[in-house]
């Protein structure tokens, strides 16, 4: 039996999300993350009552951090820039579709504890949407965005582009490129 150990919450949610994104949902259990933490199923019990709980805490834990990079956009002059920006820091991570994909299979009806994180990851979602109220604030000032696009379809446009799977492995830097390319000029040549 594996010895119980420390783990700090950086090195959980680390292996967490590891771990989701080589055996995904339904192959992501206490066990093999015991095994990985070299702690017993047990110590895992001990923080959460189940996976959906941890699912949920490690999903609320990235959000925090996103939303705390994100802030920094307040700070950056031009709408361009504030653009590049946004799309660097969505795309950072190149492996966000998959944990999206995979924090949809998470059920809300297992306990409590679950509801709650899933309404404060709702909240947080709100939050950030907020949050970017000046950046569309300054394309509008600035001339670049379109004055009869409501503001909550430019940024769920934007927020959504990181869903779009990349089924055939376009280099990441291209794949980004494009993707800022038609958000921004759209699909279609001139016609």
């Not at 604030?137 to 990181?162: A, C, H, M, T, Y």
């Amino acid at each position: 039996m594996a010895r119980d150990r420390k783990f700090s919450t950086e090195e959980l949610f680390e292996l967490t999300q590891n771990l989701l994104l080589e055996h995904g949902y339904e192959g992501f259990t206490f066990s093999i993350l015991a095994e990985h933490l070299n702690v017993s199923r047990g110590t895992l019990y001990k923080y959460y009552e189940n996976r959906e709980e941890l699912i949920t805490e490690f999903m609320l834990y990235e959000m925090g951090q996103f939303l705390a990079d994100v802030k920094e956009i307040q700070s950056i002059e031009g709408f361009e820039q504030k653009f590049d920006f946004l799309l660097s820091l969505m795309f950072k991570n190149p492996k966000l579709h998959k944990l999206i994909e995979i924090g949809q299979h998470v059920r809300a009806d297992v306990n409590e504890k679950v509801q709650e994180n899933i309404a404060q990851l709702e909240k947080l979602h709100v939050q950030m949407y907020h949050s970017m109220e000046g950046f569309i604030k300054s394309g509008r000032q600035e001339g670049i965005l379109k004055p009869e696009l409501p503001d909550s379809l430019i940024l769920g446009f934007i927020f959504q582009s990181v869903a779009i799977p990349n089924h055939f492995g376009i280099p990441h830097e291209k794949w980004v490129a494009a993707i800022k390319e038609i958000i921004a000029t759209g699909m279609l040549r001139n016609i």
